[in-house]
């Protein structure tokens, strides 16, 4: 069974870097695409950044790309998301979604498994 757990948040200065890892410790994690997304409270839920499988193929929103950067490693069940050059807006809390039912990596309701999230808060 998927089971997706979230690690690596926490607070940092504006400018400053986090590594956020999400661990399958089950399932058949190497097959499917997983993603980041954030949510801040009274908004909904945005997408951050994905990758397939295989690694083939990465996606990322607009307001990150170029500073996050996901990436897997499909030994250790594990996908990460590297962030730089953090803002305050980034400030949010981040789920890890894996296994996709709709062709489409950038729509929440397209996961099957969420993980539980973990808070990131940008601010000096």
């Known amino acids: 069974q998927v089971q997706l757990v979230e690690s690596g948040g926490g607070l940092v200065q504006p400018g400053g870097s986090l590594r956020l890892s999400c661990v399958d410790s089950?399932?058949?994690?190497?097959?499917?695409?997983v993603a980041w997304f954030r949510q801040i409270p009274g908004k909904e839920r945005e997408f951050v950044a994905s990758?397939?499988?295989?690694?083939?193929?990465?996606e990322y929103a607009d307001s990150v790309k170029g500073r996050f950067t996901i990436s897997r490693d499909n030994a250790k069940n594990t996908v990460s998301l590297q962030m730089n050059v953090l803002k305050p807006e980034d400030t949010a809390y981040y789920y890890c979604?894996?296994?996709?039912?709709?062709?489409?990596?950038?729509?929440?309701?397209?996961?099957?498994?969420w993980g539980r999230g973990t808070q990131v808060t940008v601010s000096s």
């Open positions: 979604a894996g296994f996709l039912v709709v062709a489409d990596s950038r729509r929440q309701d397209a996961y099957k498994y």
């Open positions: 089950g399932g058949t994690f190497r097959t499917y695409t």
């Open positions: 990758i397939t499988g295989s690694s083939s193929r990465t």
